[in-house]
Each structure stands twice: as C-alpha cells, then as structure tokens.
C-alpha cells in the first residue's frame, strides 16, 4: 500500500524572483491600505521588521505608510530592486508535494532501461515568486546499447566517434 504525501498548503508569492509588472499589479490590487501592509499581508516570509528594511532600503521617498495604490512607477522599481538587496527567508515547501526519492527512482527504472541509476533531491528553489521543487535524476546506459545510447541518433552530443565519453555526457578531452 503506498502513502498518499502531504496535501500541498497554498502560499502567497516569495519577494525574489517576481517580476517588476506582477509587484506593480499586486500594489495597485491589494487591499492593504499602507505599504507595511502590503509587504506583510501580501508576501511570504516577510514580517513587520524584515518589510520595514526593504521600505528602508528601497528609499525614494517610501514609507511604511505609503498608501500602495498610489506608488509610482519609479518607487516600485527601487521597492522591486530592495527584495534583492534585503536578505528575505527562503519560501515556505508545504506548498510542494514532495515526490521522494524512492519514487524519483521507480519512474527511471519503469520509463528506462540501464545498469545504474540515481535520484537526488535538493531543497526547493524559487522561480517567479514561487517556490519549486528540486530533483534529478540520471542513469548509466548498458553496455550493448552503443555510444550513442537507445533512442539517440549517432553525431549526436555524447557520440564517442566524436570524443565524448560514450555515456550520453560530455567528460574528460571534450
């Protein structure tokens, strides 16, 4: 019998990675009536002081007060430019259902067939505002399957006619 992984909890964008366009579109949507607000009820892992560094560091006149909605462009560049420059927590992960390892590795050996395989995880990054998971894998092809490995066409990066280590990956003398 396999275990269902945690339900995912939604979270609330992450100051790094969002674009300037969706910040403008979040002051000018917010309910928040001052800055402070905003930061605090409308990102993830932003607390009154960490806000009020970034209103500190984005300067231009800004405050904790402002109201959001009436930001100007040029306030909301140096506020976009301040989550950068301010050391923000990581995003929360209950957001991500994690798949695990051990399934990582069930779906290489079900989708491909080789004499090795492994799975990493690694903690989740962000993209956009929002966290992502972390996770690889990669396998070793047999032997009888050639240089250029099952389903590759020869020439192709990796072809050992060319230098390459006859693994499907670049190595030593490339």
């Known amino acids: 019998m396999e275990v269902l992984p945690p339900r995912p909890q939604e979270i609330k964008p992450h100051p790094h990675g969002i674009e300037l366009g969706r910040l403008i579109q979040m002051l000018h949507g917010t309910k928040s009536r001052t800055l402070m607000q905003f930061l605090v009820d409308d990102f993830s892992s932003i607390g009154k002081v960490t806000a009020a560094r970034i209103i500190e560091a984005a300067g231009k006149r800004l405050s904790g007060r402002s109201y959001p909605k009436h930001i100007a462009h040029a306030q909301a560049v140096a ?8 050391k923000i927590p990581g995003p929360r992960t209950d957001c991500i259902v994690p798949i695990g390892e051990p399934q990582l590795l069930r779906g290489l050996q079900s989708e491909l067939a080789a004499d090795f395989y492994t799975v ?10 929002n966290p992502v998971p972390g996770r690889g894998g990669d396998r070793l092809w047999p032997p009888g399957a050639g240089a250029a490995g099952p389903g590759r066409m020869p ?11 006859g693994r499907g990956s670049a190595g030593p003398g490339r």
């Open 120 to 129: 990493t995880t690694r903690p989740a990054g962000t993209y956009r505002g």
């Open 155 to 165: 020439g192709a990066a990796g072809d050992a006619g060319r230098g390459g280590n």
């Open 79 to 86: 506020l976009h430019h301040a989550f950068d420059r301010v």
